[in-house]
Nanobody, 124 residues
Framework: QVQLVESGGDSVQSGGSLRLSCGIS????????MGWFRQAPGKEREGVAA???????NYADSVKGRFTISRDNTRRTLYLQMNSLKPEDTAMYYC??????????????????WGQGTQVTVSS
């Protein structure tokens, strides 16, 4: 049963922008926190940005000032606006949700629902 569906990944040139979206199934009732994670080939999955139910946000140092996470609870959608993209941002990006925890953490084990991912490729 698909519960999180990402979209918006694409191939762009360095300096470009993309907006990722994540649709949240009604099966996930009132996620307390949601996040975006990414994984490049040969590397571990890392947290990019997270937002809790109060709207508090948390970002990885590598994306601060360039990425913005937001959520639309009415449309049950999570977004990640990515500006000034760099080749090192190239990765599969995953949306994640957690229904039981507190705080906008960037630690993957804190999340219990995951999407299938959307590919972002940034060329120099």
């Amino acid at each position: 049963q698909v519960q999180l569906v990402e979209s918006g990944g694409d191939s762009v040139q360095s300096g470009g922008s993309l907006r990722l979206s994540c649709g949240i199934s009604a099966y996930i009732n009132r996620p307390r926190r949601m996040g975006w994670f990414r994984q490049a080939p040969g590397k571990e999955r890392e947290g990019v940005a997270a937002i809790d139910k109060f709207g508090n946000t948390n970002y990885a140092d590598s994306v601060k000032g360039r990425f913005t996470i937001s959520r639309d609870n009415t449309r049950r959608t999570l977004y990640l606006q990515m500006n000034s993209l760099k080749p090192e941002d190239t990765a599969m990006y995953y949306c994640a949700a957690d229904s039981g925890g507190l705080g906008a953490t960037l630690y993957p084990p804190d999340y219990n629902y995951w999407g299938q991912g959307t590919q972002v490729t940034v060329s120099s």
